[in-house]
Nanobody, 120 residues
Framework: QVQVVESGGGLVQTGGSLRLSCAASRSIFSTYAMGWFRQAPGKEREFVAAVNWSGPNYSNSVKGRFTISRDNAKNTVYLQMNSLKSEDTAVYYC???????????????WGQGTQVTVSS
């Protein structure tokens, strides 16, 4: 069974905006930190953003442009992406785990990914 499901990817022009959504079960949402990773062609999967009960964390490459938030009533985490660049083109994966920050991340659940393409 799929327990973490992301959506909202698509094609957007440089400078545009996109919002990704990740829905999880109530038990997962209440137990783990939630976050986003991405993987571009030819590159390793990298951390993007995460949120737990202490607050959000962002990679330097997206800080100031992306905002992660969570809706407890809907068991959903969002990634609002603004001022998008071509370098943001990647498959974005939702993740749930006790440790989403490197160097040793511990992810319990992964979504199947949603494609984000930013045209120049």
């Amino acid at each position: 069974q799929v327990q973490v499901v992301e959506s909202g990817g698509g094609l957007v022009q440089t400078g545009g905006s996109l919002r990704l959504s990740c829905a999880a079960s109530r038990s997962i949402f209440s137990t783990y930190a939630m976050g986003w990773f991405r993987q571009a062609p030819g590159k390793e999967r990298e951390f993007v953003a995460a949120v737990n009960w202490s607050g959000p964390n962002y990679s330097n490459s997206v800080k100031g442009r992306f905002t992660i938030s969570r809706d407890n009533a809907k068991n959903t985490v969002y990634l609002q992406m603004n001022s998008l660049k071509s370098e943001d083109t990647a498959v974005y994966y939702c993740a749930a785990g006790l440790n989403l920050l490197g160097p040793q991340i511990q992810i319990s659940y992964w979504g199947q990914g949603t494609q984000v393409t930013v045209s120049s």
